[in-house]
């Protein structure tokens, strides 16, 4: 069974938006983007590598996919696995796309990914795509975090757990915190969320 792991660049308060660069999600007026850059260091380096560089299908919303395919077809040199990977992605009004190999998925989205994990292959890694990913949570697809939570906070903007967050356990994984204070922790779903017994 293949697993949605969702891999996620977060300020302390919880936003994900416009992380990339000044012009990579202006929407609701968001005047941060490019956030990440300033807490560079090898740590966080290596660890985005390690991820770029295992077996995985996309799984992205529109905006995301529209955000990355004019740049990475242009850009394997840096990822090649991405212009390799199957790019799942949920829209209801695109159904082809240049930036091959792609499958659009539209209509009932917990539905079709919940019928993906069941298929082989490899796991399903998710980026950006806010509001795909309240879907997911919203249907309690998603198996694993993997998060880069950074020392700052925005105030506004989109962010992680939102709308589609449910009641739900995680175990960590994996943790270390990089030189300019990133905290990387892994997590994967644990079951249902227990409370104390008076």
Avoid at 1 to 6: A, G, L
Avoid at 32 to 40: D, E, I, L, N, Q
Avoid at 143 to 152: A, Q, R, S, V
Wanted: proline letters at 6%; charged letters at 20%.
């Amino acid at each position: 069974m293949r697993k949605v792991i969702v891999i996620s660049h977060i300020t302390l308060d919880g936003v994900m938006q416009g992380m990339g660069g000044p012009q990579e999600d202006t929407s609701g007026g968001f005047a941060y983007g490019g956030w990440v850059s300033p807490y560079a260091d090898e740590v966080v380096g290596a660890v985005i590598r390690r991820e770029m560089n295992m077996p995985f299908d996309l799984l992205i919303g529109r905006k995301t996919f529209d955000i990355w395919a004019p740049y990475w077809p242009k850009h394997g040199d840096i990822w090649p696995a991405v212009n390799k990977a199957t790019k799942y992605v949920a829209s209801n009004t695109m159904t082809s796309h240049e930036w091959q190999p792609t499958v659009f998925m539209g209509g009932d989205i917990a539905a079709k990914v919940s019928q993906l994990k069941q298929q082989l292959g490899p796991n399903l890694h998710v980026y950006g795509s806010g509001n795909l990913l309240q879907t997911l949570m919203k249907h309690d697809l998603v198996d694993e975090l993997w998060l880069k939570i950074y020392p700052l906070t925005l105030g506004g903007g989109k962010r992680l757990f939102a709308d589609g967050t449910i009641p739900a356990a995680f175990k960590l994984t994996e943790s270390k915190v990089s030189p300019k204070g990133v905290i990387i922790a892994n997590y994967v779903r644990a079951g249902a969320v227990t409370t104390r017994q008076c």
